[in-house]
Nanobody, 118 residues
Framework: QLVEYGGGLVQPGGSLRLSCVAS????????VGWFRQAPGKEREGVAS????????YYADSVQGRFTISRDNAENTVYLQMNSLKPEDTGVYYC?????????????WGQGTQVTVSS
C-alpha cells in the first residue's frame, strides 16, 4: 500500500514536499514514480526514480524545479517541488512498478491535492 502526504495550497513561487510512504512491503526493490492529473486533463508522469543506482527521470515541465529522492530505510519516496506555478496544480499520485522509465506501474496511492494559487 502506498500513501501520499504533503499536498496543500501554496502561492506561486512557493515550495512543497510530497511524501510517498509504503506499508506492508519494502519499497527497496521497486522503481517509484510521481504522476499528476489536473482537472480535465490526462494523468501525466512527473518524475521517477529507479531502485538501482537511483537513476531519475523528470518531465520537461518540472526539470530544474522538482527533485525526486528515496529513503529506503524510511520506506519513503519524496518529491521536493520548488518554484511552483499555477499549472502545477493537480492531484499527485505515487506509484511503484517495474521499470522507472517504461513502467508498468502496478501499485498506486490514493493521491494528494496540490493547489498553486494566489
Amino acid at each position: 500500500q502506498l500513501v501520499e502526504y504533503g499536498g496543500g495550497l501554496v502561492q506561486p513561487g512557493g515550495s512543497l514536499r510530497l511524501s510517498c510512504v509504503a506499508s506492508g512491503d519494502k519499497i527497496d526493490y521497486y522503481p517509484v514514480g510521481w504522476f499528476r492529473q489536473a482537472p480535465g486533463k490526462e494523468r501525466e508522469g512527473v518524475a521517477s526514480i529507479s531502485y538501482v543506482h537511483y537513476g531519475t527521470y523528470y518531465a520537461d515541465s518540472v526539470q530544474g524545479r522538482f527533485t525526486i529522492s528515496r529513503d529506503n530505510a524510511e520506506n519513503t519516496v519524496y518529491l521536493q517541488m520548488n518554484s511552483l506555478k499555477p499549472e502545477d496544480t493537480g492531484v499527485y499520485y505515487c506509484a511503484a512498478g517495474t521499470d522507472y522509465l517504461r513502467g508498468p506501474w502496478d501499485y498506486w496511492g490514493q493521491g494528494t491535492q496540490v493547489t498553486v494559487s494566489s
